[in-house]
């Protein structure tokens, strides 16, 4: 009985809100396109030919999408932007931009900008040679050219003006970065290193506001101590739990990017800007799995389960699980696809706000 409550707790809220929201679509999304920015947790394939390792277009990677095959989704199966665009009403997820053989119309619906390895900081980006966000902003403005050219200026604009614009960045920036680079720390405190990301954060989202974009969702920074890497190279004291020092960081910059988020809604007359909490939901799944409907937290799917991610998460990994939907993780790093859909539940709810604003 408790595995059975555990699963209804888990896919209720994201049953009933796709419910709601096909019922008020009438088959039709409820918004023109989705335009995604940031990192490996929204890549759906943009680093599959760029010259950097971090990629996730081989198996495992994948394994559990409908057809088997890997995109480049660092997952076993959906990333949440997949299950956010189906519960808007999308028949096709928005494509990687860099990925696209021909775009034509296939843009008409928006793009996915994001890259892995890449962070608000531009020498995150730089470390791992990923599209850097500033980049990711150049590729956009390429989109809006190619945009007015298919669709014509009025429709574009209308497209542009009132599509949903996601920004998800900040994990790498810490876990793949700051932490690992003695540079940083010696040039900052972690507080202070979260001082400047906010800082870039309102750069990117002026930028993205001069360039038409009104309504955008913010995924906050998620519970980075609790990544499976994170206790393995820095849970010293930790009792195998959470990394508490690091947790705190994460509430201070989403402290920050709050209140940064208000005085850019009070510059900027016509922005719907709102933050989705991707902290609270990832921590409880990872102190309290069972209550999710999940079996295990502390280690993740692929290989061992404490330090693969990325290359390291390939088809010869020792030890790889067979069943993914009892994980909180798939990899070190990200959550799985049974994971995500929770994820996704949240975000969801927060963004609806500003869609029917």
């Not at 609790?226 to 004291?237: D, E, K, S, Y």
Request: net charge neutral.
């Amino acid at each position: 009985m408790e595995y059975s409550s555990a699963l209804i707790s888990t896919y209720f809220p994201f049953l009933f809100l796709f419910v709601v929201l096909v019922n008020l679509t009438n088959g039709k999304p409820i918004v023109p396109a989705l335009f995604i920015f940031g990192d490996s947790s929204l890549d759906v394939g943009n680093n599959n030919n760029e010259p950097t390792f971090v990629k996730a277009n081989f198996l495992p990677y994948g394994r559990d999408l409908e057809n088997h095959i890997p995109t480049g989704r660092f997952c076993n199966g959906k990333l949440t932007i997949d299950y956010g665009a189906e519960a808007f009403g999308f028949t096709s997820y928005q494509p990687p931009y860099l990925s696209l053989r021909v775009k034509g119309n296939n843009i008409l619906n928006g793009a996915n900008f994001a890259s892995a390895g890449s962070g608000y900081h531009d020498s995150t980006a730089k470390l791992y040679r990923a599209i850097s966000m500033s980049k990711q902003l150049e590729y956009y403005m390429m989109y809006q050219k190619e945009l007015m050219k298919i669709a014509g200026q009025s429709t574009a604009l209308y497209i542009i003006s009132s599509g949903v614009y996601l920004v998800g960045a900040g994990s790498g920036d810490f876990i793949l970065n700051y932490y690992i680079n003695p540079l940083l720390q010696k040039a900052y405190t972690p507080y202070q290193f979260s001082d400047i990301l906010v800082q870039r954060y309102s750069n990117f989202i002026q930028s993205l506001y001069a360039a038409g974009a009104r309504k955008i969702g913010v995924p906050t920074l998620t519970a980075i101590g609790c990544f499976p890497i994170t206790i393995t190279l820095f849970g010293f004291h930790s009792n195998n739990e959470c990394v508490v020092k690091i947790n705190n960081v994460a509430i201070y910059f989403n402290q920050q990017l709050n209140s940064t988020s208000e005085n850019l809604r009070k510059i900027l007359p016509q922005l719907d800007l709102t933050l989705l909490d991707s902290y609270e939901p990832l921590y409880n799944m990872a102190n309290k799995p069972l209550e999710y409907g999940f079996f295990e937290a502390r280690k993740a799917c692929c290989g061992t389960g404490l330090l693969e991610t990325s290359v390291f998460c390939n088809p010869k990994s020792i030890g790889t699980c067979v069943d993914a939907s009892k994980y909180v993780f798939w990899d070190s790093v990200h959550p799985t696809g049974a994971a995500n859909k929770v994820l996704a539940a949240k975000l969801i709810s927060d963004i609806l706000p500003i869609i029917y604003k």
